[in-house]
């Protein structure tokens, strides 16, 4: 796997300097994760010299930290009173449900959320119905159970302080997270 | 009486998961706490429909101690808005002794009892305290009563004295001797707190930067169970109040909450998700063994609790829709449904007399204190405060202690269970809620 992002840096950074088709390997690093997306690498455009990164930290190609990537989304917003995921949502489920898939050593914690209003004990349980709603759909999107541990924290810790409409909206949520973050 | 036995040191222990940046920090109740003025300030904002006129006169050589007596009895009779409490200033001579009470004296100030006393220094260091209940108008006494205890116990010994006189008065058993818990949230800092019900000497038993809720009191008064978040995912502990020794007694797959204890403290229903949905299981209170299952539904079935002969479990479910409270047996079974006015009834409580339950019903947008009689099947709404909360019933059953808020902040407050007292408890730093009422405990 590290090579590979070593492979994915150094073409990023070939974009830049030469012309060979750079597009069709970042399009390719995207969605297919597999070590064979290694053999298309560009050679350097000068034999002999090698270019190196400067102050690149490989971090940002790690897909599930790399903003332009669909995996650092991590928020599932719902509706009140609800636990649907809502159609625009789903290619999020989907993506993670699918590195999931993929990685069959990943572990994720779906945590669920509810707004203010009501009872402590009642909020967890619709919280845990937001997580539960979400690991059921990668469930069958590619991930296996086993990976996945729906919890909640119920209304005990907003993100959203206030207590109105928008900040009620906010705290319905599920968040997916990584072991290890 | 049996003298109060000192009870031993605070002992200090960390966490089972101490995580770089969450440490949490275990305390054993220290048996009587440090001088310190009460974190929990109490204003009563509403009264009984008839007040019993009694006065406590000054106690024979109370003056001299640390802790005097009678401004403590006289505060928790005022307290409970069903006494009126007559002057017993400038009695010359102060009674101590049944012969030294001038009834006419007191008639005439509208007392219908007075309470004397006296507080004596023994040779083994501590105190003999005695008092008596005089009827003003038979000129005979009430009742008597005689304590030995350390210094340190003096307030405790007020608040029996309290209770004492409470019961001959009314008929019903005081909780002025009993403690209550509750969560404070400062910043992001959480602290479960045990206090005397006068809000007096709060002690913190367990501090963390993660969430806490839903304490319960064990029926011996000797440990809670809790909810923490210190995992970073819910998880049920049961804490020795003596010791400061706890264990995770429910640490499931999913989330794990909502303990209520059985009547014989040995067992806890919980809610838990291990087996997808929010489902009522019966686990040992030391966390041995494997849960049994007492619900089968595909809805939210939580907030179980016990009645008080052992024999039933209310909770909430939305089998039916929206939450609304049912009841079933305690091993489980079909259970009943008992609410029926809106579409939102949860957090139901036993009254400890077990003839009705205390329960939060969302009306439009706001949320209220109610109690329904299993009797009469009858809804009372006892509070209006819009975001009222956590009902929980005193020993006696007389009052609902909750959580609510004033200007966005949390504060605790209570009701009598027939509406008319009202009570405010506010609290120097933060915001208070999750309270539990504790038992009534003989010592």
């Known amino acids: 796997m590290k090579k590979f992002f070593v492979g994915l840096l150094i073409a990023g950074v070939l974009a830049g300097c030469s ?27 000068d034999s002999g010299v090698v270019s190196q990164p400067l102050g690149t930290s490989t971090v940002t190609a790690d897909p599930l930290k790399d903003p332009a990537n669909i995996l650092s989304k991590r928020s599932i917003y719902f509706d009140y ?50 997580a539960e709603a979400v690991k059921q759909m990668m469930q069958l999107l590619g991930a296996s159970a086993g990976q996945i541990e729906s919890v909640s924290f119920g209304k005990e810790k907003p993100r959203a302080p206030g207590h109105d409409e928008a900040a009620w909206a906010e705290n319905r949520r599920a968040d997916i997270r990584y072991q290890g973050e | 009486m049996k003298s109060m036995a ?7 222990k960390s966490g089972n998961l101490i995580k770089l940046f969450n440490a949490v920090f275990l305390f054993a109740l220290f048996a009587v706490p440090g001088a310190s003025h009460a974190a929990l300030t109490i204003e009563i904002v509403g009264a009984g429909a008839n007040q019993i006129p009694v006065a406590i006169a000054p106690f024979r050589a109370e003056d001299g101690l640390a802790q005097k007596l009678t401004p403590v009895i006289a505060a928790d009779l005022a307290r409970s808005g069903l006494f009126r409490m007559v002057d017993a200033g400038g009695m010359v001579p102060v009674p101590y002794e049944p012969e030294q009470v001038d009834f006419p004296q007191w008639r005439a100030r509208g007392a219908e009892a ?10 083994d260091g501590r105190y003999d305290i005695r008092f008596r209940l005089m009827d003003v108008v038979k000129q005979t006494q009430l009742a008597g009563f005689v304590y030995y205890a350390p210094a340190a116990q003096l307030r405790l010994t007020a608040h029996k004295i309290a209770d004492a006189i409470y019961e001959k008065m009314t008929g019903d058993a005081g909780v002025f001797a009993t403690r209550i818990t509750y969560v404070v949230k400062k910043g992001t800092r959480y602290e479960l707190q045990v206090a005397d019900a006068d809000g007096y000497g709060a002690q913190t038993v367990l501090a963390s930067n993660e969430p806490i809720i839903s304490p319960a009191w064990a029926p011996d008064g000797a440990r809670l169970a809790y909810v923490s978040f210190e995992g970073r995912k819910p998880v049920v502990y049961v804490q020795s109040l003596t010791t400061g020794n706890r264990q995770a007694v429910a640490n499931f797959r999913g989330s794990n909450s909502a303990p209520a204890w059985s009547p014989d403290g040995k067992r806890l229903a919980v809610t838990l998700t ?25 809805a939210i079935d939580t907030e179980a609790n ?56 969302r009306s439009g947008n706001r949320f209220h204190i109610a109690v329904q009689d299993f009797a009469t099947r009858q809804v009372q709404i006892l509070t209006d405060g819009g975001i009222d909360e956590s009902p929980s019933f005193a020993p006696n059953s007389r009052m609902i202690l ?42």
Do not use: C
């Open chain 1, 19 to 45: 012309s060979t088709p750079t597009k069709e390997q970042e399009g390719a690093a995207v969605e297919d994760r597999k070590p064979s997306v290694e053999a298309p690498v560009a050679k350097p455009a």
């Open chain 2, 274 to 298: 291990k087996d997808g949905g929010s489902q009522l299981y019966l686990i040992d209170a030391d966390g041995g063994g494997a849960p049994t299952r007492l619900t089968h539904s595909s």
């Open chain 2, 306 to 361: 016990f009645s008080p002969d052992g024999q039933w479990i209310i909770f909430t479910s939305d089998r039916g829709g929206g939450p609304q409270i049912y009841r079933m047996p305690a091993s489980g079974g079909q259970p009943q449904r008992y609410t029926f006015e809106g579409n939102y009834n949860v957090s139901p409580h036993f009254s400890p007399d077990g003839k009705s339950f205390t329960f939060m019903q």
């Open chain 2, 6 to 12: 000192s009870i031993n040191l605070m002992t200090m």
């Open chain 1, 81 to 130: 009173d609800s636990n649907l995921v809502k159609d625009e949502f789903k290619p999020t489920v989907a993506a993670h449900a699918k590195y999931l898939g993929q990685n069959r050593n990943k572990q994720v914690r779906i945590e669920g959320n509810a707004d203010e209003r009501g009872s402590s004990e009642y909020n967890l349980a619709l919280g845990q119905r937001r």
């Open chain 2, 402 to 443: 909750y959580a609510t808020k004033v200007r966005g902040r949390g504060i605790l407050a209570a009701v009598s269970s027939d509406g008319r007292v009202k009570q405010r408890f506010t609290e120097d730093a933060g915001d208070v809620r999750e309270p539990s009422w504790g038992p009534l405990v003989n010592k």
């Open chain 2, 114 to 123: 007075v309470a004397i006393g006296s507080v004596t220094l023994q040779s």
